[in-house]
């Protein structure tokens, strides 16, 4: 073991102030604008007599990617007319998914909500009256000040959905009421979650394969190197483009050579198309990781002047993955150990090489220690922070990344409230670089009756993200007071909300995309519908109400000078100062086009990645660990370990005798994301129905053919969907979609636009990981068979 790089009396002190709290990925060191490109075209220009305005998509509706795009809109009204995507764009060059190209039927569906409403009959009965923006903002402060005062600000939560432009501003209207509680439904966290509490507190900061997105030259920039092997694991990214990562650059780095490794259950279009496909039981990851680190380490493949010089625990790691056997790794998961060999052997030697990884890893019990195995491959071969390989996305400009959902939110809530946020105590890995409680505690509160107040914002809960949805949704009728915030009503602000007021497309609103290595400004560019307002105006505004209410702030235990949570009197000083460290204002960056800053490889040889400005990493050593010192503080198993799904053929072989097919849960479609989209017509065309993948010869012996509805069940609950013979899927399991309502039905009580009707949730359980992090979501246990023609 090498010496630590820091005094053990200062590790006992990380994870408890301000400043570990906070995201730091890199040195916190602004760079330069890359002085190589400018967008050539300006902000804003006619054309056949339409005003042509750059922005990004970036909020809802919407996904991860933020690409750029052109908007059309009325010279005379500011209408929207069409989209379409901006060639001149870095990002996405112009490519466009569905989900855009449909969105003039978002901006104008007659379903849209464009006025503040008030629930007028039972909750749940779909009664609602119109109101005014004053009396919805007034009714919000009135019930959240009782409730913070009566009960204390730790009794409010705040949930939200996935990150994008809008989530810092969920976490910071939590911390006007006096909260620390703002999280999603999601058991575990399991979104990215696992391995970015990994990556945080094991690397000094978060990591993707680079495939020249940090460039806005992309692959003309002499600096940036093709990768010769890509890893795609746990993903289909083609489909998914997960996480700011465009699927197709995969395939663009295949056509100049690159090899790819797909480690995926399913035959995907890129697992058909790989040099080496490692098809594995689901809920097995970290088995197959450390079965090739075990061929890399025994065959000496790997990176000796790397791991000597900057990694901590190597031995152990060696000493935890010789403990397997190759014929131990293939019973476990499926894959014949001479593939297993066969990958380690084209990856050790690829130079460089990277991983792209998915929610596979995460949505595992054992999330967090299979992301460690993983990331083990990419560092013991020396493909960190190199061109090609995996790099960190150090935060655009300086500027503080607001999707992380840490932007200015430390000062507003003292230390003892901080210690107050749900699970601080109990899974001590959340207070790193995170900001949320843990969700399958704070529905435990929420059943026990200690939450009396809740704030939705960008979520759809228990139509997408609640595992036990039943227990979500009567838990949440509960709470005193509910507010929502949405484009659309959904089930659960249906089910439970007092309030529900409208809020602004990304068409139609300001915001900021910083976020992993690029600054572009999203710029209203077409007139709002309605009454909606952006997330921002009506967090603003509401907050208003607080920051003026003297009593409640000294109640609260406001920090001194921190009245005032929302001290901006526009929407756009707020974006003004969120990218002020860049050195533009809003406008300037509207006016430029997206920034990008010149990318610095092997930032931990230079000191740019500590605080210190010493080399090495932003961790406990100052080095990778791969035997974690943080782990091992908090009584975890410091190094990547091997556990079974909870339930499964080796953990429950009863269960698995009743329930003989393995579920993997989340198959994606490029028609949604996540559960939106569900109402625009052009996107459920291209996926009418909810789909479940069987295998062909499963699907005889089931008597089931293609198009047939069937029933999913196991000994949680079950539901429906429409099934789909492909030999993608594995004999022994199938995949299922998640997300699916129906905003065509009766949205009242008690069908609520049938979100039980396919909800694939229902057969999934609230129990996250030993860390806190992960769960059982897509390697579980189930039985299919047809519905009857009376159940339909």
């Known amino acids: 073991m090498v010496e630590n790089a820091v005094a053990e009396k200062d590790r006992d002190e990380i994870g408890t102030s301000k ?12 760079q330069e604008v890359d002085p190589r490109w400018k967008h050539p075209k300006p902000f804003q220009y006619e054309e056949d007599g339409m005003v042509v305005t750059r922005t990004s998509v970036w909020s809802a509706p919407g996904c991860h990617e933020g690409c750029g795009v052109l908007v059309y809109s009325d010279k005379e009204t500011g209408k929207f007319i069409k989209c379409e995507g901006d060639p001149d764009d870095p990002y996405n060059r112009g490519a466009l998914c569905p989900r855009c ?10 379903d849209r909500i464009l006025h503040p409403m008030r629930r007028v009959g039972e909750r749940g009965s779909g009664q609602w009256e119109r109101i005014t923006w004053d ?26 959905g996935t990150a994008r432009d809008n989530q810092w501003q969920v976490g910071r209207m939590a911390n006007t009421f006096g909260s620390p509680n703002e999280y999603g439904f999601l058991s575990g966290t399991a979104c990215y979650l696992p391995r970015l509490s990994l990556m945080i507190m094991t690397y000094g900061g978060m990591l993707i394969a680079d495939f020249s997105q940090f460039s806005a030259l992309r692959y003309d920039d002499p600096e940036w190197v093709c990768p010769e092997c890509t890893i795609v694991w746990g993903c289909n990214p083609t489909i998914s483009n997960p996480d700011f990562f465009m699927g197709h650059w995969v395939t663009d ?22 040099d080496i496909h490692l098809q594995l039981r689901p809920g097995t990851d970290t088995g197959l990781a450390l079965g090739m680190i075990k061929v890399i380490i025994d065959e000496d493949l790997y990176d000796h002047d790397f791991v000597e010089r900057w990694t901590y625990g190597f031995d152990e790691l060696a000493e935890r993955a010789r403990e397997l056997s190759l014929d131990q790794v293939e019973a476990m998961t499926w894959v014949p150990k001479e593939k297993i060999v066969a990958a380690a052997r084209l990856f050790a030697t690829s130079k460089p090489a990277n991983v792209v990884w998915g929610l596979a890893v995460d949505m595992q019990s054992q999330g967090t220690p299979c992301a460690a195995a993983i990331a083990a491959l990419w560092t013991i071969t020396g493909n960190l922070d190199v061109p090609g390989g995996m790099c960190y996305t150090a935060s655009p400009m300086g500027v503080d990344q607001p999707s992380a959902g840490a932007w200015g939110i430390y000062d507003l809530i003292n230390e003892e409230m901080q210690k107050k946020r749900v699970g601080w105590k109990e899974f001590p890995m959340y207070r790193y670089g995170l900001t949320q409680a843990m969700p399958d505690m704070c529905l435990e509160y929420m059943e026990e009756g200690k939450v009396k107040g809740v704030w939705i914002q960008t979520s759809n809960g228990i139509a997408c993200m609640s595992c036990e949805t039943e227990r979500w949704y009567q838990a949440m009728k509960k709470p005193e007071f509910i507010a929502a915030v949405d484009i659309f009503m959904t089930p659960t602000i249906q089910s439970c909300a007092d309030i529900v007021m409208p809020v602004q497309t990304w068409a139609e609103k300001h915001s900021v995309r910083a976020h992993y290595y690029f600054l572009s400004a999203i710029t209203g560019a ?18 208003q109400y607080f920051d003026n209410d003297d009593e409640f702030n000294q109640a609260i235990g406001r920090p001194e000078g921190k009245q005032r949570t929302w001290p901006w009197a526009t929407e ?12 533009f204002t809003f406008h300037e960056l509207m006016e430029h086009g997206p920034v990008y800053q010149k990318y610095v490889y092997k930032k931990y040889e230079k000191g740019l990645m500590r605080p210190d400005g010493q080399p090495g990493f932003n961790t406990p050593t100052g080095r990778i660990e791969f035997y974690s010192t943080l782990f091992e503080k908090f009584g975890y198993d410091p190094l990547p370990y091997i556990e079974e799904p909870g339930i499964g053929p080796v953990t429950t072989p009863d269960l698995y005798e009743e329930y003989p097919l393995i579920m993997i849960t989340g198959a994606r479609a490029t028609s949604f994301f996540h559960s939106e989209h569900r109402q625009i017509p052009y996107l459920r065309q291209l996926t009418p129905d909810p789909w479940v993948q069987i295998h062909p010869r499963t699907a005889k012996d089931l008597n089931i053919s293609e198009g047939d509805w069937v029933w999913i069940e196991n000994h949680r609950g079950r539901c429906r969907q429409r099934a789909r013979l492909t030999f993608e899927v594995h004999e022994k399991e199938i995949a299922a979609q998640h997300g699916w309502w129906f905003p065509e039905q009766d949205g009242a009580e008690p069908n609520l636009y049938g979100f039980r009707q396919s909800n694939i949730n229902q057969l999934l359980a609230n129990k996250p990981g030993t860390t806190g992090f992960g769960a059982d979501l897509k390697c579980t246990l189930c ?3 047809r519905c009857k023609e009376e159940e339909l």
């Open 19 to 30: 400043e570990e709290n906070q995201f730091n990925f890199g040195a916190g060191k602004r």
């Open 101 to 110: 190209l449909a969105f003039k039927q978002v901006e104008f569906h007659p």
């Open 135 to 160: 009396e919805a903002l007034e009714t919000c402060y009135k019930e959240f000040r009782r409730i913070s005062m009566t009960y204390g600000g730790d009794s409010i939560h705040c949930l939200r």
């Open 253 to 274: 780095a295949m056509k100049l050579g690159c090899k790819l490794i797909s480690v995926e259950p399913r035959v995907t279009w890129l697992a058909a198309h790989a």
């Open 526 to 543: 077409c007139a709002a519908e309605g009454e909606a307002k952006s997330d921002c105006e009506i967090n603003r505004e509401l907050a």
């Open 572 to 583: 756009d000083e707020v974006y003004d100062e969120i990218v002020s460290p860049s050195g």
């Open 783 to 785: 039985k299919v068979y």
